[in-house]
């Protein structure tokens, strides 16, 4: 997935910062994680929440029942629950039915069974251990929106920060001849 190199790096905390109480329910921690994002709560849009029936029947079916509120996040800052490709999931690996391109797939419930599948793969890549294992679920969520690629190049550099995701965006802004 294309990086776009202004909006990117802080896409992690507004994730974080929209997860429906999923994170810090039943946690006695300070609400911050290993890489100084605060995990506080906060809820999505209506728009977002009508989709919950379609993230829980992909999740169910890759296993990752878990996950919905996080997924449910992750659709809140990619599309707002309003895009037909809710997941934004057309660059991704699992798509082959439709352009990969911004926007590409045009069916909400192929953007699903693509997203949940792209999610479980950037979860698992990331070593993430359970819903409160922030420190990992931070990576899988830049990966699910920089793509595959960053995973390899953050755990060199020692894990996620908000500097390494920096650090990649401004690469691949000039590599491919992109702003910055």
Known sequence: MKVMV????????????????????GSNSDNT??????????????????WKPEVEKYAKQFGISQYV????ALIQQESGGTS??????????????????PNGIADPD?????????????????GVKNINDTKNISLALQ????????????????????AVAQEFSNIQAKKN???S
């Open 84 to 101: 037909i490709d809710v997941m934004q999931s057309s660059e991704g690996a699992f798509n082959t039915k439709y352009p990969k391109t």
């Open 33 to 50: 994680d290993n890489s100084g994002v605060n995990m506080g709560t906060s809820s999505v849009s209506a728009e977002v929440l009508a």
């Open 6 to 25: 202004t909006i990117l790096p802080l896409l992690l905390l507004i994730i974080i910062a929209s997860v429906t109480e999923i994170i810090i329910i």
């Open 110 to 126: 192929y953007s699903f069974f693509c997203g949940v599948q792209e999610f479980k793969e950037a979860i698992t890549k990331a």
């Open 177 to 179: 001849g992109w702003l």
């Open 143 to 162: 990966t699910y929106n920089f793509g595959q690629g960053f995973i390899g190049f953050a755990k060199s550099k020692g894990g996620y920060s908000l």
């Open 69 to 72: 509120n996080l997924m449910l």
